[in-house]
């Protein structure tokens, strides 16, 4: 099983373009607001019948994700967990207050979702290497705690 350290170095290998870098700085955290606000926009079905109170607009898909993808992040990193958890959270709010708006939160996160991923591609197209999800799935949780993890790095922070 490999740690957090060899999971970056893995994703860096194929990251080392610094229009490829910017272009992630971007459409990374776009998709992963993208994912969660689509996951958030589906119908709660079993998650319905669950007791939830003042919390109710967070019981549904994207936070049943999240807590799933904390766990692994916690498994790899518990400080880049943290980072990730308030990352996400920020995101869910703001799924909660689009979804309060006049504007769908699923044709927004749609548009985002196609836009940042053409800008992925396009970003791999000058980079000359194959988005690393390819390879191996667990990428695509990798792609935000790398960035996360050169904010870390700037601030001194350890991971």
């Known amino acids: ?13 194929s990251h080392r373009n610094p229009a490829n870098k910017r272009i992630h700085w971007v459409c990374v ?3 992963m607001f993208s994912v969660l606000a689509l996951l958030w ?3 709660p079905g079993p998650l319905a019948s669950i007791p939830a109170g003042p919390v109710s607009p967070f019981i ?4 049943v994700v999240a807590l799933l993808a ?7 990193s518990p400080p880049l967990f943290l980072g990730m958890a308030g990352i996400t959270l920020v995101m869910l709010v ?11 939160l699923w044709g927004l996160a749609l548009v985002i979702f196609v836009l940042a ?13 194959k988005p690393s ?16 993890s050169f904010l870390y790095q700037r601030y001194g922070i350890r991971y």
């Open 1 to 13: 099983m490999k740690n957090m350290e060899q999971w970056l170095a893995e994703y860096g290998e």
């Open 29 to 31: 955290p776009l998709i």
């Open 41 to 43: 926009s589906l119908p």
């Open 60 to 63: 549904n898909w994207a936070t």
């Open 70 to 76: 904390g766990l692994y992040y916690l498994r790899l």
């Open 94 to 104: 703001v799924c909660h207050l689009v979804e309060l708006s006049p504007v769908p």
């Open 117 to 129: 991923w053409i800008g992925q591609f396009i970003g791999h197209e000058i980079e000359g290497k």
């Open 133 to 148: 999800f390819f390879k191996d799935l667990q990428f695509l949780l990798i792609g935000p705690a790398w960035l996360l």
